[in-house]
């Protein structure tokens, strides 16, 4: 099981970045996916995903109306667009994985993480 984060970077206040997920060894159908981010001094904090069984998407307050999470199957890839970045948007930003395997009970695995720098 892998996952690897893509697209993170450097980005003015009020800009745009994509950041992509790409996940082996599992289909995302079998999973719920999520992304979290932690800030030097902060707790950890869910951004957004797939925290529940009926699929809906979540997210947090503070990004709600400016991120959008999304997944394409056929790429086994999961993506989050982050507009009207603020500098408090920066952080470090990890996939994470609840993985339901054909035989046992489901697991977690994350990503190594993406840095996101808002900065002018």
């Known amino acids: 099981v892998q996952l690897v984060e893509s697209g993170g970077g450097l980005v003015q206040p009020g800009g745009s970045l994509r950041l992509s997920c790409a996940a082996s060894?599992?289909?995302?159908?079998?999973?719920?996916m999520r992304w979290h981010r932690k800030a030097p001094g902060k707790e950890r904090e869910l951004v957004a995903g797939?925290?529940?069984?009926?699929?809906?998407?979540v997210y947090s307050d503070s990004v709600k109306g400016r991120f959008t999470f999304s997944r394409d199957n056929a790429k086994n890839t999961v993506y989050l667009q982050m507009n009207s970045l603020k500098p408090e948007d920066t952080a470090v930003y990890y996939c994470?994985?609840?993985?339901?395997?054909?035989?046992?009970?489901?697991?977690?695995?994350w990503g190594q993480g993406t840095q996101v720098t808002v900065s002018s």
């Open positions: 060894g599992f289909t995302l159908s079998s999973s719920r």
């Open positions: 994470v994985a609840l993985i339901f395997p054909t035989w046992g009970g489901p697991y977690e695995h």
């Open positions: 797939i925290i529940r069984a009926d699929g809906s998407t």
